[in-house]
């Protein structure tokens, strides 16, 4: 099956139910609150279940930059693995937590554990799918992180109807049986250049590059900063409805967390999952005819999510709310197709990895803070003004994109 011609739609397959757990045993954190807080006390302020949420993106960011370049480094099959197996355990143990600072530490476990992922996930399928499917394989797996927040998103109804505790149980171990299966089927690409690989574009065989000197290139170039900036803002808003959308569902339509929790994370996924196929055949097509194709494609996505976030802050009932978390998954899944297939226009094979994980810490230490900010706001009673004061970083985000990117290549080599 590796060398067969759909291997590569494989590989997406195989990585789109570990990206479905990566985002569900994260994501159903943030609807347990009531259930948990019975058993634990300091979960009880929101203030403190900010700090919950937090520490895993810290811990996350911090890792990502170190997971990319162990990615560009070492056989990313293992890594996913590994990956996989270390925070699905995690997930199984949360259930046995009988105090917040057990909860904070696993969650800082799985901030490391969760970090090896992404970058080795999305080069790996960026390495088998190039030129006219690249943008559609990478919203294809974008649509499992989708997917797994929508169903975390029945945690909180999950708990009500069992325990907690059995919440954690049942999803750590699909993980963990999950992990034997990749042993399995997962196949590494070593190398670009393997002529039995049915590729539609060939790249020149990726070459090992010292550490310090991928930093240099990256760092000493325009482009890099500019997609930094461009990916830590929309972070901002994007972590802020993964880890909040649920709570300001509930205290804004005035419904329990049982159905707030459900209906956040279904409507965003579903616009999501539309946006990220919509998002990505449109910039496979696009940029068969010009260069910018996917720049015009994730601008355009991001330009969504600025109305959406109008509609969170100062909307107060069900078709305002349900209809900005449409947008903004709509949106956000444009712009989420187009990350690193735009990033694969100027940084060649050699340093993929790292460059993707350096700006996932930068847009992780964005949501980080938001996190923790949303926190206190919620306390004072002022979310939804501080979701719609989102906006101004999405406009500046979106001018800089539109200003300062111009590819010269499909695919950068050198």
Not at 237 to 250: D, E, H, M, Q
Not at 285 to 300: C, D, E, F, M, P
Request: aromatic fraction near 12%; charged fraction near 10%; proline fraction near 4%.
């Amino acid at each position: 099956m590796k060398n067969s011609k759909i291997y590569p739609w494989v590989v997406v397959g195989l990585l789109w139910v570990v990206a479905l757990l990566n985002y569900m045993d994260r994501q159903m954190l943030s609807t347990m609150k009531p259930s948990m807080m019975v058993d634990i006390a300091e979960l009880q302020t929101a203030q403190n279940f900010g700090r919950l949420m937090a520490v895993f993106l810290w811990i996350y960011g911090l890792m990502s930059p170190i997971a990319g370049i162990i990615a560009d480094k070492l056989n990313r099959k293992w890594l996913i693995v590994g990956s996989l197996f270390v925070w699905s355990s995690v997930t199984f143990l949360m259930g046995y937590s009988t105090s917040f600072n057990q909860l904070y530490v696993l969650r800082a476990i799985m901030g490391v554990s969760e970090a090896l992922y992404i970058p080795a996930g999305l080069a790996l399928i960026t390495d088998y799918h190039q030129g006219k499917t690249r943008s559609l394989a990478v919203g294809i797996h974008m649509t499992g992180l989708y997917t797994g927040q929508a169903i975390g998103g029945f945690g909180a109804t999950i708990a009500a109807g069992y325990s907690w505790e059995a919440t954690f149980h049942t999803f750590g171990i699909i993980g963990i049986i999950y992990s034997i299966i990749l042993v399995l089927f997962l196949r590494e690409r070593k190398e670009h250049g393997e002529k039995q690989l049915p590729l539609v574009e060939q790249e020149k065989p990726k070459e090992k590059f010292p550490v310090l000197k991928s930093f240099g290139f990256l760092f000493s170039n325009i482009f890099f900063w500019v997609l930094l900036f461009y990916f830590a803002a929309p972070s901002v808003p994007g972590w802020a409805t993964k880890n909040w959308l649920p709570t300001l569902f509930s205290t804004n339509l005035g419904i329990e967390m049982e159905q707030a929790g459900p209906l956040s994370t279904i409507t965003i996924a579903v616009s999501s999952f539309i946006g990220v196929i919509f998002g990505g055949i449109l910039s496979d097509k696009w940029v068969q005819k010009n260069l910018r194709g996917r720049i015009y494609t994730s601008a355009i996505g991001l330009s969504f999510t600025i109305p959406s976030l109008i509609l969170f802050g100062f909307g107060h009932n069900i078709v305002m709310i349900v209809g900005g978390a449409l947008c903004f998954g709509l949106g956000y899944g444009m712009f989420d197709a187009n990350n690193m297939p735009i990033l694969c226009q100027f940084a060649p094979p050699k340093v993929r990895a790292t460059a993707y994980g350096i700006m996932n810490m930068t847009g992780v230490f964005a949501g980080a803070m938001i996190t923790s900010l949303l926190g206190k706001s919620t306390d004072a009673g002022n979310l939804g003004t501080d979701f719609a004061k989102m906006t101004i970083v999405v406009v500046v985000a979106v001018l800089l994109l539109l200003l300062f990117l111009r590819p010269k290549t499909q695919n950068a080599e050198n």
